[in-house]
């Protein structure tokens, strides 16, 4: 099993729509959960952090889920210039940072 | 956008030859990584330094070589590299690398031919 795993996609939906990325760790002492967000051609930045009660930024809202060892991203009211590849990122104690490959986010006009 | 800048944005290079990547970061964060990015497969963590040591080497070939003169800049020195390391190079920084949040720079894309 991958250590960090996310489903590639791509995901095509329509402007306006709402859609939920899930990403999966394999390691239960995992401690910090991130999404990032990679245009094409560009650097990754981050989106957001993942906290263990939930946490929303305007459209988007992140859970974690530790039982069951997933956290997820869901987008609200997708706009164009959301299209891009969401990263799902899972630290390990002091050092140890794990990228997930990335989910392709197409929106669709 | 200029907080970590990456110079050479393109680099072709041979087998033989050796070059150096440069990473500048203007935060005034205290802890610089080196990731490399190939096609289809995830981030994959190469070098951090906190406070200008290397405290994570994670299984690098030693055809590549960090260095971190100070906080602000972190180098990343090439010899011998093989066609498989053609990827994109990126550079991040943090402030401390316990609370991670990282900030990215444009990145290195690499050919080796």
């Known amino acids: 099993r991958k250590e960090v795993e996310q489903d590639p996609g791509p995901f095509n939906v329509p402007e306006g729509a709402t859609v939920a990325f899930n990403c999966t760790y394999s390691?239960?002492?995992?401690?910090?959960f991130f999404w990032y967000r990679q245009d094409c051609r560009k650097e990754p930045k981050l989106l957001m952090s993942?906290?263990?009660s939930g946490n929303e930024d305007g459209r988007f809202t992140a859970q974690l889920n530790r039982a069951s060892q997933y956290i997820s991203l869901l987008i609200r009211d997708s706009k164009l210039s959301d299209s891009a590849t969401y990263l799902c990122?899972?630290?390990?104690?002091?050092?140890?940072?794990?990228f997930g490959t990335g989910t392709k986010l197409q929106v669709i006009p | 956008e200029t907080g970590v800048t990456q110079t050479p944005r393109h680099l072709v290079m041979g087998m033989t030859n050796k070059k150096s990547l440069k990473c500048e970061q203007h935060l005034g964060h205290n802890a610089m990584y080196w990731y490399k990015q190939s096609a289809k497969k995830p981030l994959e963590l190469m070098f951090v330094?906190?406070?200008?040591?290397?405290?994570e080497n994670n299984s690098v070939p030693s055809r590549f070589s960090p260095e971190c003169p100070n906080s602000s800049h972190l180098f990343l020195h090439l010899h011998t590299l093989q066609p498989e390391d053609s990827a994109l190079y990126l550079c991040?920084?943090?402030?401390?690398?316990?609370?991670?949040?990282?900030?990215f720079g444009p990145g290195t894309r690499l050919t080796v031919l």
């Open positions: 991040a920084s943090s402030q401390g690398t316990d609370h991670f949040v990282q900030f």
């Open positions: 330094y906190s406070l200008e040591e290397r405290v």
């Open positions: 390691n239960s002492a995992s401690q910090s």
């Open positions: 993942v906290y263990s």
């Open positions: 990122v899972v630290k390990e104690g002091y050092q140890k940072v794990t």
